[in-house]
Antibody, heavy 120, light 108 residues
Framework: EVQLVQSGAEVKKPGESLKISCTGS????????ILWVRQMPGKGLEWMGI????????TYSPSFRGQVTISADKSISTAYLQWSSLKASDTAMYYC?????????????WGQGTLVTVSS | EIVLTQSPGTLSLSPGERATLSCRAS???????LAWYQQKPGQAPRLLIY???SRATGIPDRFSGSGSGTDFTLTISRLEPEDSAVYYC?????????FGQGTKVEIK
């Protein structure tokens, strides 16, 4: 059974750093793309970026390039989303998802979400 | 960057009725890379349709997708109470993806 399990909720202060994780199981982690999605409170889904864990090939949405870093460690089947300096506007639910096939196009399996709250 | 515009914003229908949701792209999208997702409150999104018309595993056949180029449609043939949710289209092209802003389906 394919599963993506995300790290737990975080409460941080503005300016702090953060790295959240997404661990895959039940499939060959290196050979499927992982997508990160932001959902701000009461808002829609935003495509942040994708990574191919096999070679760490990464693409960012222009809106998120330079704001976050996406990485992966295929040896432990885990993808990461990190911030070096959080802002209050980073408060959101973040989801990871696995591609339906070998292209980074559509995403079939989703993590449960990680709620990030940034507040002074 | 391709922008997806969904309409209507909200659809309010009775059980058994047919729901037609639209997704329009700012430029042509490969049909292979157009998907639809359902999201219920407090839950992660669920893939319904990929490749514009293929149902994902376990999705009932009352959900169907169609379209090409810049115009795509998700149809729910006979609404059930559990179909109350927000529906998003999503495309991928030129190594970038995007979601539409969503259509909320309410069941009367």
């Amino acid at each position: 059974e394919v599963q993506l399990v995300q790290s737990g909720a975080e409460v941080k202060k503005p300016g702090e750093s953060l790295k959240i994780s997404c661990t895959g199981s039940g499939y060959t982690f290196a050979t499927y793309w992982i997508l990160w999605v932001r959902q701000m409170p009461g808002k829609g889904l935003e495509w942040m970026g994708i990574i191919y864990p096999g070679d760490s090939d990464t693409t960012y949405s222009p809106s998120f390039r330079g704001q976050v870093t996406i990485s992966a460690d295929k040896s432990i089947s885990t993808a990461y989303l990190q911030w070096s300096s959080l802002k209050a506007s980073d408060t959101a639910m973040y989801y990871c998802a696995r591609s339906i096939g070998g292209s980074g196009s559509n995403f079939e399996f989703w993590g449960q979400g990680t709620l990030v709250t940034v507040s002074s | 960057e391709i922008v997806l515009t969904q309409s209507p914003g909200t659809l309010s229908l009775s059980p058994g009725e047919r729901a037609t949701l639209s997704c329009r792209a700012s430029q042509s999208v490969s049909s292979s890379y157009l998907a639809w997702y359902q999201q219920k409150p407090g839950q992660a999104p669920r893939l319904l349709i990929y490749g514009s018309s293929s149902r994902a595993t376990g999705i009932p056949d009352r959900f169907s997708g169609s379209g090409s180029g810049t115009d795509f449609t998700l149809t729910i043939s006979r609404l059930e109470p559990e179909d109350s949710a927000v529906y998003y289209c999503q495309q991928y092209g030129f190594s970038l993806g995007a979601f539409g802003q969503g259509t909320k389906v309410e069941i009367k």
